[in-house]
């Protein structure tokens, strides 16, 4: 506590001590009543400011509490502070700040009395935000003194990234991808009748729909959907070099999530896949568990997207499928694409940049393009 009161002592404290010390030499020296009554009742003041500081110290209690705890970018969290007197004093002079809000409260408090109060606060980054701990400052009546703590109690908001609607992308599927429909009978899911069509001869006699023969007196057979449901690899590029604009880092995490959203939608497991971490989903009801941990990818890592590409080359086969999502694609990237794309993986490329920067990426889009790599530049 006493260290709490120090800085005071190094101004206020002094001037309130030393007019003290100056009384008291006056009294003695003078010796008439007068000096003497006005020393004590000097004496009296000091003395019970310092009393009612200690004394008072823990009355006031708070609690923090974030009423949004989850949120997208640019929507307002509330926050709640329960401001609370529990001794039978009166508090004449009592202050609140927290780091965020700044300067919260200046009020007075009777004997248990409570007050709530109500704090918004809109979030422009992804991440994780944390509250607190809330400062309390308590004054005596004649604001000679005062004592600071912290609550230590705090409050955590997750701010998700935008969700950019998705409309379609070319998503090659030469194996079984979620549901998106492929063009090879090895593939037909036996669950899931398309139509019905006549018997021709040589059609495998357990594909004979009976209940529809029976009824055009002919033979007919099914039909299945082609389905597919191999997974689907995002490569998110956190190279720290690569993202001197938040606004860049901002936009590549809202495609990201956007796209993770898009494929399990799809029902195609996905996983989004860095230079030290892997998050992984196989349904869109984990969508918002896989949101907490995809938010925590900070741009820190010290690895471009092209060096963990070139594991992902060596062991991919035929039918694999990945999007790349960077700031920044150099010749090295450039190569371990299309050596994705010569194994037959079906491949998504989105550059995310700045807009005065996206003419710099054309040539490199074209070639992309040309060579069947679906690639597109994104303007943040």
Same mark, same amino acid.
């Given at each position: 506590?006493?260290?709490?009161?120090?800085?005071?002592?190094?101004?206020?404290?002094?001037?309130?001590?030393?007019?003290?010390?100056?009384?008291?030499?006056?009294?003695?020296?003078?010796?008439?009543?007068? /000096? *003497?009554? $006005? &020393? !004590?009742? %000097?004496?009296?003041?000091?003395?019970?400011?310092?009393?009612?500081?200690?004394? =008072? +110290?823990?009355?006031?209690?708070?609690?923090?509490?974030?009423?949004?705890?989850?949120?997208?970018?640019?929507?307002?969290?509330?926050?709640?502070?329960?401001?609370?007197? /529990? *001794?039978? $004093? &009166? !508090?004449? %002079?009592?202050?609140?700040?927290?780091?965020?809000?700044?300067?919260?409260?200046? =009020? +007075?408090?009777?004997?248990?009395?409570?007050?709530?109060?109500?704090?918004?606060?809109?979030?422009?980054?992804?991440?994780?935000?944390?509250?607190?701990?809330?400062?309390?400052?308590?004054?005596?009546?004649?604001?000679?003194?005062?004592?600071?703590?912290?609550?230590?109690?705090?409050?955590?908001?997750?701010?998700?990234?935008?969700?950019?609607?998705?409309?379609?992308?070319?998503?090659?599927?030469?194996?079984?991808?979620?549901?998106?429909?492929?063009?090879?009978?090895?593939?037909?899911?036996?669950?899931?009748?398309?139509?019905?069509?006549?018997?021709?001869?040589?059609?495998?006699?357990?594909?004979?729909?009976?209940?529809?023969?029976?009824?055009?007196?002919?033979?007919?057979?099914?039909?299945?959907?082609?389905?597919?449901?191999?997974?689907?690899?995002?490569?998110?590029?956190?190279?720290?070099?690569?993202?001197?604009?938040?606004?860049?880092?901002?936009?590549?995490?809202?495609?990201?999530?956007?796209?993770?959203?898009?494929?399990?939608?799809?029902?195609?497991?996905?996983?989004?896949?860095?230079?030290?971490?892997?998050?992984?989903?196989?349904?869109?009801?984990?969508?918002?568990?896989?949101?907490?941990?995809?938010?925590?990818?900070?741009?820190?890592?010290?690895?471009?997207?092209?060096?963990?590409?070139?594991?992902?080359?060596?062991?991919?086969?035929?039918?694999?499928?990945?999007?790349?999502?960077?700031?920044?694609?150099?010749?090295?990237?450039?190569?371990?694409?299309?050596?994705?794309?010569?194994?037959?993986?079906?491949?998504?490329?989105?550059?995310?940049?700045?807009?005065?920067?996206?003419?710099?990426?054309?040539?490199?889009?074209?070639?992309?393009?040309?060579?069947?790599?679906?690639?597109?530049?994104?303007?943040?």
């Amino acid at each position: 506590m006493l260290d709490r009161l120090w800085p005071w002592f190094k101004f206020k404290y002094v001037v309130v001590f030393g007019l003290l010390i100056a009384l008291f030499l006056i009294a003695l020296f003078t010796g008439g009543p007068f /000096t *003497y009554t $006005l &020393f !004590y009742v %000097y004496l009296f003041t000091v003395m019970l400011s310092i009393v009612w500081c200690f004394a =008072s +110290s823990r009355g006031i209690s708070c609690d923090l509490k974030a009423r949004n705890e989850r949120i997208f970018v640019g929507e307002t969290a509330a926050v709640e502070i329960v401001v609370r007197n /529990t *001794y039978p $004093l &009166f !508090y004449p %002079y009592v202050s609140l700040s927290e780091i965020n809000f700044g300067n919260i409260l200046r =009020s +007075s408090f009777a004997p248990a009395e409570s007050k709530v109060l109500v704090k918004e606060l809109s979030l422009r980054r992804y991440g994780v935000y944390r509250l607190g701990p809330l400062n309390i400052e308590i004054r005596d009546g004649f604001q000679l003194f005062s004592y600071s703590r912290d609550t230590g109690k705090c409050a955590e908001i997750r701010a998700y990234p935008k969700l950019i609607p998705i409309q379609s992308l070319h998503l090659e599927a030469r194996q079984q991808f979620g549901t998106i429909p492929v063009n090879d009978r090895i593939y037909e899911d036996y669950t899931s009748i398309s139509d019905t069509r006549k018997y021709r001869y040589g059609d495998n006699l357990k594909r004979i729909h009976w209940k529809t023969s029976a009824k055009k007196g002919e033979l007919y057979v099914k039909n299945y959907e082609q389905l597919a449901d191999n997974t689907m690899t995002i490569f998110l590029d956190r190279f720290e070099g690569n993202y001197g604009d938040a606004l860049v880092d901002e936009k590549a995490m809202e495609y990201c999530v956007s796209l993770f959203k898009y494929y399990l939608e799809l029902n195609i497991p996905t996983k989004v896949v860095t230079a030290t971490a892997v998050v992984e989903g196989r349904n869109i009801h984990q969508f918002t568990e896989l949101l907490d941990k995809l938010i925590l990818l900070e741009p820190k890592e010290e690895i471009k997207v092209s060096a963990v590409l070139k594991d992902f080359v060596e062991t991919s086969q035929y039918g694999d499928s990945l999007t790349v999502i960077t700031p920044y694609a150099d010749f090295e990237l450039v190569d371990r694409l299309s050596a994705c794309k010569a194994k037959g993986c079906g491949v998504v490329v989105f550059v995310v940049t700045r807009e005065k920067d996206v003419i710099k990426y054309s040539d490199v889009l074209t070639f992309l393009n040309d060579n069947g790599i679906y690639a597109r530049c994104i303007s943040a």
